[in-house]
Each structure stands twice: as C-alpha cells, then as structure tokens.
T-cell receptor, first 111, second 109 residues
Framework: DAGVIQSPRHEVTEMGQEVTLRCKPISGHDYLFWYRQTMMRGLELLIYFNNNVPIDDSGMPEDRFSAKMPNASFSTLKIQPSEPRDSAVYFC?????????FGEGSRLTVL | GQSLEQPSEVTAVEGAIVQINCTYQTSGFYGLSWYQQHDGGAPTFLSYNALDGLEETGRFSSFLSRSDSYGYLLLQELQMKDSASYFCAVKRRDDKIIFGKGTRLHILP
C-alpha cells in the first residue's frame, strides 16, 4: 500500500486566495482525520470523518475552513479566503484500530 | 475540556535510558498513544495502551495508569537517530484523537 497520500506537498499563495488540500487515505481505513501543526499550537485536530461522514468539526477554526469526504478514497480541506495566520503544515491521517497513519503533510504559506 | 501535559524538551546521552511523561485530563478516555516525529517529517506511530500496565516494543516501552491519568514512554539504549519530537495522544470513546504539544528529545554523544 502506498500509504496516505497528500497533495500538494508545498503551497505558497497570497492572502485572500482559495486553497484546496487533498488527501487519499489508506484503502480500508474507515476514519480520516485532518490536523494542523504549528510551533505555537502543536498538532490541532480540525475535523474527522467516519465512513465519509463528518463526526466532529469543532476544531475548524473559522467558517473560512471547510472539509469534505465525497467517497472513501478522497477528502479535501478548503480555506477560502486564506490569511497569513493559516500558514502551517496540514496533515491528513487515516486510522486502523488504535493507530493513525499520517500523510507527509501539506506545507501552506500564505503571504 | 481536555488537556495533555508533557515536558517541552528532554536531553539524554547516547546509550542511556530516558522517560517522557504525559498527564492527561479528558472525558471519555479510551487509550493513550505515542508518536515520533523527526524534523520535516510526519508523525509515526510507536505504541498504544488501552489497559493499565507496560507495553514493550523493542527498545521502546509505554506505560499507562488510568487511575492516575498518567502515562510515559521509555526509550532504552538511546541512539542518535532517536533525536526527534515525541507526542502523547489521547483516544476518546467518541474516537476523537487529541495530541499533546510534544517533547523534543535531544541526544548527546
């Protein structure tokens, strides 16, 4: 298995632009998590899905953030409009039993 | 609310043993996990404890005391490649997984 696949690996954009991050979980994993990592705040849980259904989005910082999982093999995290404080590494992870498998992350820089 | 506390940094010598503690406060606690993250990399799973006691996986061991809301990660025979950040993470009954802020482990030769 190729593991959790995220794209893009790096994104540099200007304030106000829309950003879409993508994730392909490991086949057969029924949970998918989106985290954001910064030096100040650590690894923050944004939202998680079970069988493609959003279970808890209380970690999504603002209405500018939205996430979807249209099928078992694809999820997106969208930021519109983006702001400099959104700069971070965004990780997607899928879960098997007690273990999370992380993608390599998408490093977002908003200028 | 919920919180996880772990030291921000720990320093140890190559070949030695180091223990990284984690205390947590959360409703619906189900289990405690540990993850390792090297600079620029993604977190990778090390261990998971759902029951009290010690779990051993090679040079790494993890301990949980549910009554004390406390756990630790024990790393033995430290190697330079163990220099990384280590995160404890709580799994709740609602399947939410919350991470601590991480402990940066520095290893001296």
């Amino acid at each position: 298995d190729a593991g959790v696949i995220q794209s893009p690996r790096h994104e540099v954009t200007e304030m106000g632009q829309e950003v879409t991050l993508r994730c392909k979980p490991i086949s057969g994993h029924d949970y998918l998590f989106w985290y954001r990592q910064t030096m100040m705040r650590g690894l923050e849980l944004l939202i998680y899905f079970n069988n493609n259904v959003p279970i808890d989005d209380s970690g999504m910082p603002e209405d500018r953030f939205s996430a979807k999982m249209p099928n078992a093999s694809f999820s997106t995290l969208k930021i519109q409009p983006s702001e400099p404080r959104d700069s971070a590494v965004y990780f997607c992870a899928s879960r098997s039993l007690g273990e999370l498998f992380f993608g390599e992350g998408s490093r977002l820089t908003v200028l | 609310g919920q919180s996880l506390e772990q030291p921000s940094e720990v320093t140890a010598v190559e070949g030695a043993i180091v223990q990284i503690n984690c205390t947590y406060q959360t409703s619906g606690f189900y289990g405690l996990s540990w993850y390792q993250q090297h600079d620029g990399g993604a977190p990778t799973f090390l261990s998971y404890n759902a029951l009290d006691g010690l779990e051993e996986t090679g040079r790494f061991s993890s301990f949980l005391s549910r009554s004390d809301s406390y756990g630790y990660l024990l790393l033995q025979e430290l190697q330079m490649k163990d220099s990384a950040s280590y995160f404890c993470a709580v799994k709740r009954r609602d399947d939410k997984i919350i991470f601590g802020k991480g402990t940066r482990l520095h290893i001296l030769p």
